[in-house]
């Protein structure tokens, strides 16, 4: 699986960005797609994800303002992000899990002013 990133960049607080993530190669097997993100000193933490079956796990600090959601057609998870805090400034990945491998894509960074 090849995953590919897009969609970061810096907005004021209360802002909306959307990030998306295009996934390519061996895509049947996927069973976890999602975003986690990471900031300097801190461990990589899970944002959200879809699950095996199609359900959704979010951070409690984005419920309520950020939306996963996907076009299987594309093959894209796409995360909304509204009312954005400076607290979400960080490195944002994606991710994805596929007959047990691990795969990341390349870092987005987005950027909450305040």
């Known amino acids: 699986v090849q995953l590919q990133a897009s969609g970061g960049g810096l907005v004021q607080a209360g802002g909306s960005l959307r990030l998306s993530c295009a996934a390519s190669?061996?895509?049947?097997?996927?069973?976890?797609m999602g975003w986690y993100r990471q900031t300097l000193g801190k461990q990589r933490e899970l944002v959200a994800a879809?699950?095996?079956?199609?359900?959704?796990n979010y951070a409690d600090s984005v419920k309520g303002r950020f939306t996963i959601s996907r076009d299987n057609a594309e093959n894209t998870v796409y995360l909304q992000m509204d009312s954005l805090k400076p607290e979400d400034t960080a490195i944002y990945y994606c991710?994805?899990?596929?007959?047990?491998?691990?795969?990341w894509g390349q870092g987005t960074l987005v950027t909450v002013s305040s």
């Open positions: 190669g061996s895509i049947s097997g996927i069973n976890f």
């Open positions: 991710t994805a899990v596929a007959n047990g491998l691990v795969t």
């Open positions: 879809f699950t095996r079956g199609g359900t959704t």
